[in-house]
């Protein structure tokens, strides 16, 4: 299904199974398994190092991909960098040129402490602001999901996942540096589709929706599930 369920997160720290589920539920069409029909990830794995006064960006391409309209996007981070304080990490969704700040060393209030590890950054009701952020280094999710450092992941809802995105680790002191491992894009997203085709959504149990309200050419239309 293409409905949006949970935060994108199967956290099994808390028992789920599917997103936003538990234990003791099944993952049914009100809480689809994150491996489901409408959930796309993307990843780099750069393996660059995250050096003084640099933007120290890395690109992940997905120019090639398929058009897809997103409905919820979250991001994994897997880096380390010695003081927090020194750095500006930022999203920008090339096509559109919309950019996200996911954390702000001047304003989110962590002080000099560690980034080491995966730091899953979301929407969900769940994430905790950076301020709030224990441990040192960080502590790395699952156990911990967090908020952007200013504004919302939700900016780039609405927006085609068919672009090239880069991230952005801006440090702005010595002498600490730090390294980025790999980062992923986890999305919700609505496929679109040619409404002329006899299957247009290679499934005959969606049918292609007029796409005139999102400002999409004539021939394209989005995937709903039948009623």
């Known amino acids: ?6 935060d994108l997160y199967v956290n099994a ?26 959930y796309v990830t993307l990843t780099a794995s750069p393996g660059v190092g995250i050096f003084d006064n640099q933007d120290n960006p890395s690109t992940l391409d997905n120019a090639a991909g398929a058009s897809c309209l997103i409905t919820e996007l979250v991001i994994d981070l897997n880096f380390e960098h010695t003081n927090a304080a020194d750095l500006r990490i930022d999203l920008t969704h090339n096509l559109s040129g919309t950019t996200v700040i996911l954390f702000d060393g001047d ?20 994430a905790v602001a950076w301020s709030g952020a224990v441990g ?4 790395n999710s699952p156990a911990v999901l967090y908020h952007p450092g200013t504004g ?18 801006n ?7 730090g390294m980025i491992h790999s980062w992923t894009l986890k999305a919700n997203c609505t496929y679109l589709c040619d ?33």
């Open 195 to 227: 409404p002329l085709t006899e299957t247009p959504c290679g499934n005959p149990n969606y049918y292609c929706e007029p796409s005139g309200v999102l400002g999409l050419p004539s021939t394209r239309g989005v995937c709903v599930e039948r009623g």
């Open 136 to 139: 040192n280094p960080m502590t």
């Open 13 to 38: 720290a808390t028992g789920e199974v599917c997103d936003e589920g538990t234990a003791s539920t099944t993952c049914s069409s009100s809480c689809q398994a994150v491996s489901g029909n409408g």
């Open 107 to 126: 304003i989110n209030g962590t002080g000099a402490r560690d980034f080491n590890g995966l730091y899953t950054i979301t929407d969900s009701g769940s």
């Open 1 to 6: 299904s293409y409905s949006i369920c949970g």
């Open 171 to 177: 440090d702005d002191a010595s002498p600490e540096t």
């Open 152 to 169: 919302a992941m939700s900016l780039f809802d609405g927006l085609d996942l068919k672009t090239s995105w880069t991230l952005r680790i």
